[in-house]
């Protein structure tokens, strides 16, 4: 079954905000830290930011400043406000979740995806 699902991609110009939105099934949400990660045409996934059960966040150096990772433990739903989004954020985003986010290959349940695509 589905247990992580993603909303919030869109086309939106470069300087403009986005939201993403990662539902996850309440066994899943509660006992593991979450993170987004973003995969663009022909790179390699990579981390952009996560948060812990505890809230603890930590985000990659590109989107410093620029992006917030937030959950809401009510609604079993991590959230990406992407503000001042650039071109090079063009990427696929996934929602993840597991006892360790920081790398790809570490991730024990993945989203979807959802596109965002900024153009200049």
């Known amino acids: 079954q589905v247990q992580l699902v993603e909303s919030g991609g869109g086309l939106v110009q470069a300087g403009g905000s986005l939201r993403l939105s990662c539902v996850a099934s309440?066994?899943?949400?509660?006992?593991?830290?979450m993170a987004w990660h973003r995969q663009a045409p022909g790179k390699q996934r990579e981390l952009v930011a996560l948060i812990t059960r505890g809230g603890t966040t930590h985000y990659a150096d590109s989107v410093k400043g620029r992006f917030t990772i937030s959950r809401d433990n009510a609604k079993n739903t991590v959230y990406l406000q992407m503000n001042s989004l650039k071109p090079e954020d063009t990427a696929v985003y996934y929602c993840?979740?597991?006892?360790?986010?920081?790398?790809?290959?570490?991730?024990?349940?993945w989203g979807q995806g959802t596109q965002v695509t900024v153009s200049s």
């Open positions: 993840a979740a597991g006892p360790i986010v920081s790398t790809a290959r570490s991730v024990t349940y």
């Open positions: 309440g066994s899943i949400f509660s006992t593991n830290n």
